[in-house]
């Protein structure tokens, strides 16, 4: 985006653009996604308390049963919040004498818009196992998401499940509930 354009020309933000092992990569994009998932969580269950929410957060919480275009239905400020998460990461690995590889950096924007439209779909692609296993119900699903947006006390996540069940702001009914739409859609 503009901001990391700027910092990248400030010298403030660099990439490493020398070849990379895939396990580097990985780690290096891990660490963001753990990041991310952290400071999402927390800033968005921020953007629930009053006046933040009616400032900020109200808008994108008008669509109940989110789509895809709900992905984009946000105020300019939350855009500026969960979108500085990037910037602010690779400015801080810089600082530290740690660029990240330039393919680690690449996995990130789309992580973001591919989780964005996927958790506002309406429409669950996962399978009726997903949130029953015990790798992949860590990982959230757009009815876990869009369970957010029907009653807005619960299921904070953006990647994961992992905040909000260590904080109980998992809805309790989710599982099963996910299974119901599961069931009706087979």
Same mark, same amino acid.
């Given at each position: 985006?503009?901001?990391?354009?700027?910092?990248?020309?400030?010298?403030?933000?660099?990439?490493?653009?020398?070849?990379?092992?895939?396990?580097?990569?990985?780690?290096?994009? #891990?660490?963001?996604? +753990?990041?991310?998932?952290?400071?999402?969580?927390?800033? $968005?269950?921020?953007?629930?308390?009053?006046?933040?929410?009616?400032?900020? @957060?109200?808008?994108? $919480?008008?669509?109940?049963?989110?789509?895809?275009?709900?992905?984009?239905?946000?105020?300019?400020?939350?855009?500026?919040?969960?979108?500085?998460?990037?910037?602010?990461?690779?400015?801080?690995?810089?600082?530290? #004498?740690?660029?990240?590889?330039?393919?680690? +950096?690449?996995?990130?924007?789309?992580?973001?818009?591919?989780?964005?439209?996927?958790? $506002?779909?309406?429409?669950?692609?996962?399978?009726?196992?997903?949130?029953?296993?015990?790798?992949?119900?860590?990982?959230?699903?757009?009815?876990? $998401?869009?369970?957010? @947006?029907?009653?807005?006390?619960?299921?904070?996540? #953006?990647?994961?499940?992992?905040?909000?069940?260590?904080? #109980?702001?998992?809805?309790?009914?989710?599982?099963?509930?996910?299974?119901?739409?599961?069931?009706?859609?087979?």
């Amino acid at each position: 985006g503009a901001m990391s354009e700027l910092l990248l020309s400030y010298g403030v933000l660099r990439t490493n653009d020398e070849p990379a092992a895939y396990w580097m990569v990985g780690l290096e994009y #891990g660490l963001y996604f +753990v990041l991310f998932d952290t400071w999402f969580y927390w800033l $968005h269950r921020w953007m629930h308390k009053e006046p933040i929410y009616s400032w900020v @957060h109200k808008w994108h $919480h008008k669509s109940t049963s989110p789509n895809l275009l709900t992905t984009f239905s946000v105020n300019p400020l939350e855009s500026f919040v969960n979108g500085g998460f990037v910037p602010i990461f690779l400015t801080m690995a810089t600082l530290l #004498g740690l660029p990240l590889h330039s393919a680690a +950096v690449a996995l990130m924007v789309p992580t973001n818009i591919v989780m964005g439209l996927y958790v $506002h779909s309406g429409y669950e692609f996962l399978p009726r196992w997903w949130n029953r296993f015990w790798l992949t119900k860590w990982f959230i699903s757009a009815t876990f $998401h869009d369970q957010h @947006h029907k009653y807005f006390t619960a299921n904070f996540g #953006g990647y994961t499940t992992v905040w909000d069940r260590l904080c #109980g702001t998992m809805r309790p009914k989710f599982e099963a509930d996910y299974i119901k739409i599961k069931d009706r859609a087979a």
